[in-house]
T-cell receptor, first 112, second 115 residues
Framework: QKEVEQDPGPLSVPEGAIVSLNCTYS??????FMWYRQYSRKGPELLMY????GNKEDGRFTAQVDKSSKYISLFIRDSQPSDSATYLC????????????FGQGTRLTINP | DTGVSQDPRHKITKRGQNVTFRCDPI?????LYWYRQTLGQGPEFLTY????????KSRLLSDRFSAERPKGSFSTLEIQRTEQGDSAMYLC?????????????FGNGTRLTVT
């Protein structure tokens, strides 16, 4: 079993919809949780990071962490075609840790 | 801040050949990482440097792989006697480790195709 599980999709939604992306994990040592966005043929770009449990909001993006369930989510409001990309969750036990453990990535398409 | 730069963007080689990739990190970052990403998967950690010291290597990094960061600035990743299973995107990332740790910033990768 992988340390981090993420549904690879693909996920296709109409423009303006609310998108929910999720990851589960098994390692209770993970404390820091990140979401990266990766466009085709590009490197991952950091979207948001959170520490421990709770919510964090940045514009149209909200990250949630539920450590008791070992479950993290990324919500995208008012989704735009430019949000079409692969979304990767990543985790580590320490901030600035050398080794991030990534999920498989969810491929998202926003249809105009 | 010009971001993490990787060269070449794409490399096609025949099985058995050696290849070398280069990564130039963000200038003020003292940590440099190499990850590998295969199609449809998330990146997997290979190795990292703090300044010029290579501090950890993953079990994924076989003896055919070697990475260097000679002056604590740019890094090279060499693969000897390439195999078809080495075909992947090789990602470099950098971060600052110290008083104010920063998250990892990735380059756009070098896509290796071994024929």
């Amino acid at each position: 079993q992988k340390e981090v599980e993420q549904d690879p999709g693909p996920l296709s939604v109409p423009e303006g919809a609310i998108v929910s992306l999720n990851c589960t994990y098994s390692n209770s040592a993970f404390q820091y949780f990140m979401w990266y966005r990766q466009y085709s043929r590009k490197g991952p770009e950091l979207l948001m990071y959170t520490y421990s449990s709770g919510n964090k909001e940045d514009g149209r993006f909200t990250a949630q962490v539920d450590k008791s369930s070992k479950y993290i989510s990324l919500f995208i409001r008012d989704s735009q075609p430019s949000d079409s990309a692969t979304y990767l969750c990543a985790m580590s036990a320490k901030w600035g840790a050398q080794k991030l453990v990534f999920g498989q990535g969810t491929r998202l398409t926003i249809n105009p | 801040d010009t971001g993490v730069s990787q060269d070449p963007r794409h490399k096609i080689t025949k099985r058995g050949q050696n290849v070398t990739f280069r990564c130039d990190p963000i200038s003020e970052h003292n940590r440099l990482y190499w990850y590998r990403q295969t199609l449809g998967q998330g990146p997997e950690f290979l190795t990292y440097f703090q300044n010029e010291a290579q501090l950890e290597k993953s079990r994924l990094l076989s003896d055919r792989f070697s990475a260097e960061r000679p002056k604590g600035s740019f890094s090279t990743l060499e693969i000897q006697r390439t195999e078809q299973g080495d075909s992947a995107m090789y990602l470099c990332a950098s971060s600052h480790w110290g008083q104010d740790n920063s998250p990892l910033h990735f380059g756009n990768g070098t896509r290796l195709t071994v024929t």
